[in-house]
């Protein structure tokens, strides 16, 4: 009797073991978990790139103003540190947003790589500052060198991390699991998470887990907050009455909103046929126009017709005029030369008869 009085006690109901279910996959965020944005890393290494590229072309790009390739170097660094500082409060944000996700493990490892680019940067000013300050006693290589140098260094480091930081971004974006922050609420049913040796080992990292686990619930309890708020006014729109009828007021909007719409659709219809009525009479306009213009133009052609025929024919009259002109031309001259002969035997004749006398 007492042993199955314990094994009735320590067996567990159906209502108990539905208590310690897994919620892994009850995570509503999951389902609208946002995709980070890489647009402003892929800006950021844009500007390492060019940043690199005037280090190593600094002499020819600074070719006319050789002497002031130091200062205006030392320029360009101070102006990425401030620009890199920028960038670093905007991928700190987007950390942020990944561990209030549920990503803890994405965030840490994105926490530690988003600093190390302003780092790097401070660390070069510092050196250019120290090379600038001890120009004097440095003989290995000229002051430009070296700065171009050590700009070269922070571009390569920078941009080696910034690769880094898209890699985990892109994915970041492209996981299809639920969120790791969840691992530490294991069922007492279910074996328990790596987070258990934790408790007395690592409690700093233990209480920041349940840090961001907090973030995440709170999170989960926005979005559940608007899901009651949308459902409800959705349950009040379409609220149904006792009699399981949709409420008269209701039914009452959706016929004037039913009849507006008709009355505009009509209104509508109205106007489609008067434009094409209008449009009607335009075309028969138009065509009336276009066989006026046609008629205009057979009676061009016919004219063009007969100035041509008047035209062949006043060619036909010159030409034979032309060749009138000519044979009295010929006539003439030879006239002339039976003028010009007679006139010659005249006088000749002349000439000859008083020497016969």
Not at 85 to 90: A, N
Not at 220 to 239: A, D, M, T, V
Request: aromatic letters at 8%; proline letters at 4%; a neutral charge.
């Amino acid at each position: 009797m007492s042993m199955e009085r314990h094994a009735s006690s320590t067996s567990p109901s159906p209502e108990d073991n539905a208590m310690f279910l897994d919620i892994l996959h009850e995570a509503p965020l999951f389902g609208h978990r946002k995709s980070r944005s890489i647009f402003g890393s892929v800006v950021y290494f844009i500007v390492l790139a060019g940043y690199a590229i005037l280090a190593a072309g600094a002499p020819w790009i600074f070719h006319p103003i050789q002497k002031f390739i130091p200062p205006l170097l030392c320029s360009c660094d101070v102006i990425l540190l401030a620009v890199t500082g920028i960038f670093q409060q905007y991928f700190v944000i987007q950390v942020q947003k990944i561990r209030l996700q549920g990503y803890y493990s994405f965030s840490q490892k994105l926490k530690h790589i988003v600093r190390l680019p302003f780092a790097i940067t401070a660390y070069g000013t510092a050196a250019m500052l120290l090379v600038m300050v001890w120009k004097p006693q440095i003989g290995i290589l000229s002051i430009s060198t070296l700065l171009r140098i050590i700009m070269f260094i922070e571009a390569i480091c920078a941009g080696s991390f910034m690769s880094a930081y898209i890699s985990y971004v892109h994915q970041y974006n492209s996981l299809n699991s639920q969120p790791d922050v969840l691992n530490s609420l294991y069922s007492p049913l279910q074996p328990s998470s790596s987070l258990e040796g934790l408790r007395y080992h690592d409690g700093g990292r233990l209480s920041d887990q349940q840090m961001a686990l907090l973030q995440y619930q709170r999170e989960n309890l926005h979005f559940l907050s608007e899901e009651i708020l949308r459902l409800q006014e959705c349950l009040s729109k379409y609220e149904r009455s006792n009699d399981g009828s949709t409420p008269q007021v209701d039914l009452a909007h959706l016929l004037a909103a039913r009849d507006q719409e008709l009355r505009t659709l009509s209104a509508e219809m109205n106007q489609l046929q008067s434009e094409l009525s209008l449009a009607r009479s335009l075309i028969a306009e138009r065509e009336s126009e276009v066989q006026r213009v046609r008629n205009t133009n057979n009676q061009y052609v016919e004219e063009n017709e007969r100035l041509r025929a008047i035209l062949g024919e006043w060619s036909t009259r010159a030409a034979k005029l032309e060749r009138a002109l000519e044979v009295e031309q010929m006539s003439n001259l030879e006239l002339q030369k039976k003028i010009s002969t007679y006139r010659n035997q005249r006088v000749s004749y002349e000439s000859n008869e008083p020497g016969g006398a």
